[in-house]
């Protein structure tokens, strides 16, 4: 049975630290360290000198390269008491990504924008045990997860644990991102 590209994608970025020793956030800081910004040159800087194998190599210069100085924004949002939170960003980051290659993730000081033409979802860690999605549905009823929110975006989903990220939040995604194309 062949799974899904945002599966394999989830899957690659889960097994980055048994496959190459590190997490994602500490391949992101050595190449920030090292102040090189080009792909090929990062690439070769994991493969030659970490043993980083090409897809993995190819993956974190990827990532790397699409955060570059936003890193600190998202590393201290997750920080200290909030930071088991960060696979769930992680996952729903990994998800917003499978929707097109025209998503922008933009973080902010205390949130992570996601964004086409217009923003369509927010991923806020709102407790150290909560992240707060929010949605652009303008008109859709809530429902019993489904919540009003705000201006910028209509509603919210609370999630507190992979499990509650499931197929009806990321039908909510698709449908908001669907709409601010």
């Known amino acids: 049975m062949s799974s899904s590209p945002e599966d394999q994608l989830a899957t690659m970025l889960a097994n980055i630290p048994e496959k190459t020793g590190k997490a994602l956030p ?26 980083v194998s090409h897809g993995f190599a190819n993956l974190i210069a990827s990532k790397a390269r699409e ?44 949130s992570v924008s996601l964004r086409r033409k217009k923003q369509f979802a927010l ?11 929010g949605v652009a549905l303008k008109g859709d009823e809530p429902t019993d997860r489904l919540e009003i929110y705000n201006a910028m975006c209509s509603h919210r989903v609370r999630l507190e644990d992979m499990a509650s990220f499931d197929d009806e939040v990321k039908g909510w995604m698709k449908e908001a991102y669907s709409r601010s194309g």
């Open 26 to 51: 500490d391949w992101i800081a050595l190449i920030a360290k090292s102040g090189l910004e080009k792909h090929g040159a990062i690439m070769k800087l994991l493969k030659e000198e970490h043993g």
């Open 67 to 110: 955060t570059g100085e936003e890193v600190d924004l998202v590393e201290s949002q997750y920080a200290g008491a909030k930071a088991d939170l960060r696979p769930l960003y992680e996952e729903i980051v990994v998800f917003a990504q499978s929707l097109g290659s025209d998503v922008e993730i933009a973080p902010k000081k205390a």
């Open 123 to 133: 991923i806020t860690p709102a407790t150290k045990t909560r992240i707060d999605l």
